[in-house]
C-alpha cells in the first residue's frame, strides 16, 4: 500500500548547519497494516511523515501509495490518498465553521468542489451517524462552530474528519501528545476503533513507548534518520518498555561507536 | 441624507467584495483602489461609445475580476506578499486606467445608464430609490451568502481559516485565493460602474482610499450587528456601508470640507479597529473577537470558552 524507497533529506546542506534528517530510509507498510513509529527528537520521524504527506520533498528517493509514485505531487494534489491527524489539536479543523461545515469539507476530499450545496439533508444524516461513533454529543452540536469545542473533542473530530471519507494511508503525528491523559486515552481509543473499522494503512509517530506498543501491528524505532529496528507484531507483543529502553541503548551505542570509527 | 444612504448602498457592493478578501480570505487586498477605477473607466467608455449600460456594466466587472486574478497569480505563484502583490497591481491598473478612458475623466452626461431610468423618473433622492437600492443589495448579499454555503465556498471559507487543513484534503488554497480575489475585484469594478452612472462621470482619482471605505463598512458594520452567521455578517456589511456615509454626511454637515474626507474614513477605521480591544467596550469585543472571522484560538482561550 505505501511504500517509501531509498528516501534521503539534508537539512541546510552545504552549511555548518547541515543535518541529515533521513539517510536512505526504506519502508513497505501493507495493506491494513497500523505502524507505530518511536525515537528521539530528530531521529526523522516526522520527517518521513511530511514525505509521505508532501509537505515536504525527498533529496533523492520516491514515495508510492497504491502503487502510484506521489513524490513529486503536491500536499493537496496526493489529499486524496491521505488522512492526517496534527499534533495540534487546533491544526485539523476550521475553528470559525460549524460541525457540519467541517465535515462536508473533509467528505469532499479530492473530489471536484463546484457550486452544489456544502451541507445537504443527506450528507448532514451521514454526518450524525458518523459523529455518533464518538460517543460525545457532537451530534446533537451540528450547527456549533468548531473553535468553541475543547482540544480533545475537535481532536477527536480531526481524526473522524481525517479517516471517513475513505483515505487510502492515514498519518498521525503525535496527535495525542498535545492531550491531557484523560483526552489522550480518548483518541487513542477512538483510533484503534476508527483503524479497525476502516481497515486504514497507518503510519504513526508518537514520543510514548507504551502507546507505540499498545496500539498497531509493528513498531518501528529511528535514531538519527534511519530505521533501526523493526518488530512485527509477534515479536512486538513481546516487547515491555523497559525492553524497548535497552534494546535503543544498544543499538544507539553500537552506532555512535562505528561514526566516532568513520570519522 | 437621502442621497448618502443611496450613494451608501452602491458603495455597499464594493464592501460585500472587500468582505470576501478581507474577512473569509484573511487577505488584506488593496487592489480595490485600482479595479474600482477600472470598473468605472470601462463602464464608461463603453457608455459613451453606444453599448447597452447592463452590458457595460457586467463587462466592468469581468475587468475587476481579471485584475484581482494578476494579483492573486503575483501572490500565489510568483510568492509575492499579499500587500506587495495588491499595491503592485493597483499602481499598474493607474495607467491601465488611463489607457481605458484615454484621458483623466469621461462625462456621461446624457447618456443612457443604468441609473437614468431613476433620474428621469425624479425617484433619485426619495425613499422609492433607497428601496430599489437596497433590493439590488439584497440580491448580492443573496449571491454570496448562497456562494458561500456551496462546495466550493465552503473551500474558500476554510482557506481563510486553516490554510494547512484545508489543503490535507484536497483543496489548492491558491486558486482559492485566486478565485476570491477575481470575484472581489469584479464585485468592486461592479460597484464602480455604478458609481460613474450615479455621478454621471468617471474620474482616474475616484478609487483613491476606497479600500478605506470598504473596510470601514466591514469593520463598522460587523462590530454592530456582528457575524454569528454568514447572513448576518453580509447584511452588516452592507448596513455598515450605510452608517459610514452618514458619519460623511454628519462630519460635512458639522463643517468639515469634501477634501477631508479620506483623513475621516481613516481615524473611522483606526477608531472602528481600536475601541473595541478597550475593556470598558467588553459588549462590542465580544462580538468581534467571539464571533469574528479573525478569531484565533489562543482568543478563545482567553475569553475562556475552551474550558
Known amino acids: ?263 | 441624507m437621502i442621497t448618502a444612504v443611496e450613494l451608501g448602498l452602491i458603495y455597499a457592493i464594493m464592501a460585500l467584495g472587500v468582505y470576501l478578501t478581507f474577512r473569509i480570505l484573511d487577505f488584506p487586498d488593496l487592489t480595490v483602489d485600482g479595479s474600482f477605477t477600472s470598473g468605472a473607466a470601462t463602464a464608461s467608455i463603453l457608455i459613451v461609445n453606444g453599448t447597452n449600460p447592463l452590458i457595460a456594466t457586467l463587462l466592468a466587472f469581468v475587468v475587476g475580476a481579471v485584475a484581482g486574478i494578476i494579483t492573486g497569480l503575483l501572490h500565489t505563484k510568483g510568492k509575492i506578499d499579499g500587500l506587495l502583490a495588491g499595491i503592485l497591481t493597483m499602481i499598474a491598473l493607474y495607467s491601465i486606467n488611463l489607457r481605458i478612458m484615454g484621458k483623466a475623466n469621461v462625462s456621461l452626461l446624457g447618456e443612457d445608464t443604468l441609473i437614468s431610468p431613476l433620474r428621469e423618473n425624479k425617484l433619485l433622492g426619495t425613499p422609492t430609490s433607497v428601496a430599489i437600492l437596497f433590493l439590488g443589495c439584497l440580491v448580492v448579499v443573496g449571491l454570496i451568502v448562497w456562494f458561500l454555503r456551496t462546495d466550493v465556498g465552503l473551500a474558500m471559507r476554510a482557506t481563510g481559516d486553516n490554510e494547512e487543513m484545508i489543503r490535507s484534503f484536497g483543496v489548492s488554497t491558491d486558486n482559492q485565493k485566486i478565485l476570491g480575489l477575481a470575484l472581489s475585484n469584479g464585485l468592486v469594478a461592479f460597484a464602480g460602474a455604478l458609481i460613474a452612472q450615479f455621478q454621471g462621470f468617471a474620474d482616474i482619482g475616484m478609487g483613491i482610499g476606497v479600500i478605506l471605505i470598504g473596510l470601514a463598512s466591514v469593520i463598522v458594520g460587523q462590530a454592530i450587528f456582528g457575524q454569528r452567521f454568514i447572513w448576518i455578517a453580509a447584511l452588516a456589511v452592507v448596513l455598515g456601508s450605510v452608517i459610514y456615509r452618514l458619519v460623511i454626511q454628519l462630519a460635512l454637515n458639522a463643517g468639515l470640507e469634501v477634501n477631508d474626507m479620506k483623513l475621516i474614513s481613516a481615524v473611522l477605521v483606526v477608531i472602528a479597529l481600536i475601541l473595541p480591544q478597550w475593556k470598558g467596550f467588553s459588549k462590542f469585543a465580544n462580538r468581534i473577537r467571539i464571533r469574528g472571522k479573525a478569531t484565533t484560538n489562543q482568543e478563545i482561550k482567553e475569553v475562556g470558552i475552551d474550558a
Open chain 1, 1 to 263: 500500500m505505501l511504500e517509501i524507497t531509498n528516501l534521503s533529506k539534508t537539512f541546510f546542506p552545504g552549511t555548518v548547519n547541515e543535518r541529515k534528517a533521513l539517510r536512505d530510509i526504506n519502508l513497505r507498510l501493507n495493506d491494513g497494516e497500523f505502524v507505530t513509529v518511536i525515537g528521539s527528537n530528530g531521529a526523522g520521524k516526522s520527517t518521513v511523515l511530511n514525505m509521505v504527506g508532501g509537505k515536504m520533498r525527498p533529496d533523492a528517493g520516491s514515495v508510492r501509495i497504491a502503487g502510484k509514485d506521489v513524490t513529486k505531487l503536491a500536499d493537496h494534489a496526493r489529499a486524496k490518498y491521505i488522512g492526517r491527524v496534527f499534533q495540534d489539536p487546533m491544526a485539523g479543523t476550521a475553528p470559525s465553521m460549524s460541525i457540519e461545515e467541517n465535515m462536508s469539507l473533509a467528505l469532499g476530499r479530492g473530489t471536484f468542489r463546484g457550486l452544489a450545496s456544502g451541507v445537504t439533508k443527506n450528507k448532514r444524516e451521514q454526518f450524525v451517524e458518523e459523529l455518533k461513533s464518538l460517543e460525545l454529543g457532537l451530534e446533537n452540536r451540528l450547527k456549533a462552530k468548531v473553535g468553541l469545542l475543547s482540544g480533545g473533542q475537535r481532536q477527536a473530530l480531526s481524526l473522524l474528519m481525517a479517516t471517513f471519507s475513505g483515505p487510502k494511508i492515514l498519518l498521525l503525528d503525535e496527535h495525542t501528545a498535545a492531550l491531557d491523559p484523560q483526552r489522550a486515552a480518548l483518541v487513542a481509543r477512538l483510533t484503534e476503533e476508527i483503524v479497525q473499522r476502516h481497515q486504514l494503512t497507518t503510519l504513526m509517530v508518537t514520543h510514548n513507548m507504551e502507546q507505540a506498543l499498545r496500539l498497531g501491528s509493528r513498531l518501528i524505532m529511528m535514531h538519527d534518520g534511519q530505521i533501526i529496528l523493526d518488530l512485527d507484531s509477534e515479536q512486538k507483543a513481546k516487547m515491555t518498555v523497559p525492553d524497548l529502553l535497552h534494546e535503543f541503548e544498544k543499538i544507539k551505542g553500537a552506532q555512535l561507536d562505528d561514526r566516532t570509527m568513520l570519522q
